[in-house]
């Protein structure tokens, strides 16, 4: 059976891909920082108890991602797809930059992805075909970069997480493991807000159709949601 693990499934992007997920019969490990307030994810997970696991996951917190991670290892014996979609968005500009919520989301963003692969990837290397996606964001992009283009916070966030992308696609690649970056579009998210271009079950419907389809030639990219490169 296909077993995933996502981070931050209890809303948005993740709570959709879960949803998706379950609906294939895959086995989803949904992480969440509050599962007692996560509402919709339990009532999925009432749903599907045989496909969906609610864990604790902070990906701000080592002991609460050391934690999962041996909750987890006791459930399975593999993961296929580690989807590392978690994230905060404080919106600044040079004027109002704030250092606390700048290194908040180099911590969230950033190094949260890099805590849980470090904590899951040995389950990953037990897995035939193992695949790290980090929900990344066009606004990590540098090269796209334009002016009063998202915020200092965020969009250096996100070109972190498409850093440790590229060195994950080194470090891992021995072991089999494929990993890539994913713009999940403009999303209508509580992050993305209602204006937003793409509905959430057509960004979910996108990422894992990509994920699905990757193969070794795809380590170390930047996809998006549609299958279409994105720029680094
Ligand atoms: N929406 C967009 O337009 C858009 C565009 C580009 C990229 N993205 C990226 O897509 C991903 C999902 O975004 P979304 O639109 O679904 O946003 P969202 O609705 O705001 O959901 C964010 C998720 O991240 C979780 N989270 C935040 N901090 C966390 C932490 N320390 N530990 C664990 N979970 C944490 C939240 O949990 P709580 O409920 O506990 O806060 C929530 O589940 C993010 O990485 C975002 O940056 C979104």
């Not at 920082?33 to 994810?41: C, K, Q, S, T, V």
């Not at 969009?155 to 494929?178: C, P, Q, W, Y």
């Amino acid at each position: 059976m296909t077993v995933v693990l996502i981070t931050g499934a209890n809303r948005g992007i993740g709570l959709e891909m879960t949803k998706q997920l379950v609906a294939t019969g895959t086995k989803v490990f949904a992480t969440c920082r509050l599962p007692e307030n996560a509402d919709a994810l339990n009532q999925l997970a009432s749903e599907n108890s045989d496909l969906v696991t609610i864990v604790q996951l902070d990906v701000i917190n080592d002991m609460s991602v050391h934690a999962a991670a041996q909750t987890v290892a006791a459930q399975t014996d593999h993961i296929d797809v580690l989807i590392n979609n978690a994230g905060v968005n404080f919106r600044d500009n040079f004027e109002d930059f704030n250092a606390d919520e700048f290194l908040l989301s180099l911590n969230a963003n950033g190094v949260g992805a890099m805590r849980v692969v470090r904590q899951f990837v040995d389950l990953l290397r037990k897995a035939e075909n193992p695949k790290i996606v980090n929900i990344s964001s066009q606004l990590g992009s540098i090269t796209a970069q334009r002016p009063n283009f998202g915020s200092y916070a965020y969009n250096s966030s996100k070109a972190v997480m498409n850093m440790i992308t590229r060195h994950l696609s080194f470090d891992l690649e021995s072991d089999g493991i494929i990993t890539i970056s994913m713009h999940p579009g403009w999303v209508q998210t509580d992050m993305g807000g209602a204006n937003a271009a793409v509905t959430p079950p057509d960004s979910a419907a996108g990422i894992l159709n990509v994920t699905a389809g990757l193969t070794a030639e795809d380590n170390g990219k930047f996809y998006i949601y549609n299958g279409e490169i994105h720029p680094w």
